[in-house]
């Protein structure tokens, strides 16, 4: 964990479900999380509520939500991140699933209320970056589509004084985050993913076979910003192993050796959207232009 003492950048990750950050971008947060400079904040939108459960003696569908945070906040000390905050809505679940209709899922929320709950935050913790899904949410959940087009939206409304006045009223004051990045898993790391399963001789599941044929993960162009994570995939495996309701035993971290994965993880990918310094140019840091 960063000394906040000394950290002059604040990076505020925003997403649906407690395992998203470590599935996604662990190493990413867990390499500034271990900067001086930075400062980590993640905002999850609910507690996984309607997740799957890997095993039953983990959590029953009653105890979740509860069990999840727990793994969140397990994830969270592996990673560095020296703040965490709930916006308290319910899992939504899958498309189409029953979970869809409960009336404190988050895609039953009032956009405004989201959205005011994400503009609040930033106004507090003031970031220079945020990080949130792509507008597909990397796979289509409809939680995660929803926080990407929330978080977007909080990004422009905290920097204006006309959008909940009531929050300067409280002490508040606007912020103009500096960048903002989607970031999904990018394709080709999918097609590599099951090139090597195949060379190992292993049983490539059905649902990594399907990824590489359905528009899944952000397109390889798309990556305009890609985080050399390699020398922290030990802390992003020991933060995934936090989440272990969500860890399928045909899971690709565990099918595959940890040297394997290391290598196959070694970069995360994500895509600028909007920035007040310019490019990225290769820099290959989500503070370049910044520092």
């Known amino acids: 964990m960063s000394d906040t003492q000394f950290a002059s950048l604040t990076l505020m990750a925003v997403f649906a479900h407690p395992d998203d950050e470590t599935f996604g971008i662990g190493g990413t947060l867990a390499r500034y999380g271990a900067d001086p400079a930075v400062r980590v904040v993640l905002v ?3 507690r ?5 459960i890997s095993d039953p003696n983990l959590a029953s569908p009653e105890d979740l939500g509860h069990v999840r945070e727990q793994e969140l906040r397990c994830a969270c000390r592996h990673l560095g991140v020296d703040a965490l905050y709930f916006l308290d809505y319910r899992d939504s679940g899958m498309a189409g699933a029953p979970d869809n209709q409960h009336p404190h899922a988050l895609i039953q929320a009032d956009f405004e209320q989201v959205v005011g709950k994400i503009t609040a935050l930033i106004r507090r913790e003031r970031p220079d970056v945020i990080v ?3 507008e597909t949410g990397g796979y289509g959940h409809p939680d995660h589509v929803a926080v990407h087009h929330y978080t977007k939206a909080a990004f422009t409304a905290a920097a204006d004084p006309s959008r909940y006045p009531e929050q300067l009223e409280a002490g508040l004051t606007p912020h103009q985050a500096r960048k903002l990045y989607y970031t999904a898993i990018p394709r080709r790391f999918f097609r590599a993913l099951v090139a090597k399963m195949q060379e190992l ?3 490539v599941p059905e649902r990594y076979r399907e990824r590489q044929e359905m528009p899944f993960g952000l397109p ?3 990556c305009t910003t890609d985080i050399l994570v390699q020398d922290f995939w030990d802390v992003k495996l020991a933060a ?3 989440h272990a309701t969500q860890l399928r035993p045909d899971s690709f ?5 940890p040297e394997v994965m290391r290598e196959l993880q070694a970069w995360e990918c994500f895509q600028l959207a909007e920035t007040l310094v310019g ?3 290769e820099r290959h840091d989500l503070f370049a232009g910044l520092r």
């Open 44 to 46: 999850c939108a609910t």
């Open 48 to 52: 996984g509520e309607a997740g799957e």
């Open 132 to 134: 949130t899904f792509d």
């Open 201 to 203: 001789g292993l049983e």
């Open 220 to 222: 390889d162009e798309a």
């Open 240 to 242: 995934a192993r936090c």
């Open 253 to 257: 971290i565990a099918l595959l050796p």
């Open 279 to 281: 490019g990225d140019e």
